[in-house]
């Protein structure tokens, strides 16, 4: 079954009777909850208009995905993980790692290759990796990381842990023909994966109505009997909501879910990229209406949780975490000749 939501809609907050809990027609959420959602997604935002920074200052080498308009998504989904899950996705992953709570210290060192980054400086922008946070990277092959989150999910089962996979995709890797194999594989195992494709709308410089002949990204499980549904990806609430579905379904057994997140980068696809392919009206009016941190920002005001002041300290506080980041992984030394030949199999 496939449950179609119109996207990019910004729906304007209730105020709740409660002063303590926020509620818009959809689940109960407290405050410091919503509070911690929106200073992640602060974090991760911040971060990359730093790691764009550095990237323009020769710091930062090779390719650069940044995540910024998307971050409600991997938000919204680890509010719905527990400490066993893990997570695997592919080359925009630096709003993943800081949203699973990897060290923003560790992951900008690794963006400027240094030997205190998460891969020892050897992995870079595309492939960073903690075993610690269940992260499993980081993957620069489009469509790569959906065979491989379907093994975790194997692993899952097999451990009989309780965990789910969450195996994270974009909208250019979804006609990849090693997604299909997954999804069948996953569905005749019942592996306790959560298929979260990021429709952003582009995958390089095409966009998805010339690329794929079904759009509805969320009915592409059908055939492999695979439920699917497709969420406003720019609102954390609904995100995690959907995601808590989700990982019930996986839980019981059932096998696996997708969930199509409808979201937009607002940078290029690539640092490289001038994105010329799409209107700086497009992007603007994305930014102005559906902006995910703001529509948090509107619904916690609404709902008396915070006053601006104590909103801008957060920001404030994020900023001199970010730039303390920078500072770090400026400082760090770079890595040994030596490591050429190590963490690796021969």
């Not at 907050?13 to 303590?20: I, L, M, T, V």
């Not at 696996?256 to 980068?265: C, D, V």
Request: proline share 4%.
């Amino acid at each position: 079954m496939v449950k179609s939501k119109k996207p990019y809609a910004k729906k304007s907050p209730e105020k709740s009777p409660n002063s303590k809990i926020f509620q818009n027609s959809r689940p109960r959420i407290k405050a410091e909850e919503l509070i911690k959602y929106y200073e992640k997604m602060l974090l991760i935002r911040r971060f990359e208009e730093k790691a764009g920074q550095l990237y323009g200052m020769g710091l930062i080498g090779g390719f650069c995905h940044l995540y910024i308009g998307q971050e409600a998504v991997v938000v919204g989904m680890k509010a719905a993980a527990n400490k066993i899950d893990t997570v695997i996705t592919s080359y925009r992953d630096h709003g993943h790692m800081l949203a699973y709570d990897m060290d923003p210290n560790g992951v900008m060192a690794e963006l400027t290759g240094r030997s205190d980054g998460y891969s020892k400086g050897k992995g870079g922008s595309m492939h960073m990796f903690s075993r610690e946070k269940n992260f499993y990277g980081g993957h620069g092959i489009v469509g790569a990381q959906i065979p491989l989150g379907t093994g975790l999910a194997f692993m899952h089962k097999y451990n009989d842990d309780g965990g789910v996979c969450h195996a994270y995709c974009g909208d250019g890797a979804i006609n990849q023909g090693q997604v299909y194999e997954s999804f069948n594989m996953a569905s005749l195992w019942k592996l306790p994966v959560i298929y979260v494709i990021e429709n952003n709308r582009y995958g390089m410089g095409t966009s998805i109505e010339r690329a794929s002949a079904v759009v509805d990204l969320a009915e592409r499980g059908k055939s492999f009997d695979i439920p699917g549904e497709q969420v406003n990806g720019m609102d954390v609430v609904e995100v995690r909501t959907a995601g808590e579905k989700a990982s019930k379904w996986c839980r019981a057994g059932k096998g696996p879910y997708i969930i199509e997140m409808k979201t937009y980068r607002y940078r290029g696809h690539s640092m490289s990229d001038p994105a010329k392919y799409r209107s700086k009206e497009e992007v603007s009016k994305v930014r102005q209406e559906t902006d995910p941190i703001d529509t948090l920002r509107d619904q916690i005001l609404v709902a008396g949780f915070a006053n601006e002041v104590e909103l801008k300290e957060i920001d404030r506080q994020v900023k001199i975490s970010v730039t303390a980041a920078a500072e770090f992984a400026q400082q760090s030394p770079e890595p040994d000749i030596a490591e050429l030949y190590t963490d690796i199999t021969a």
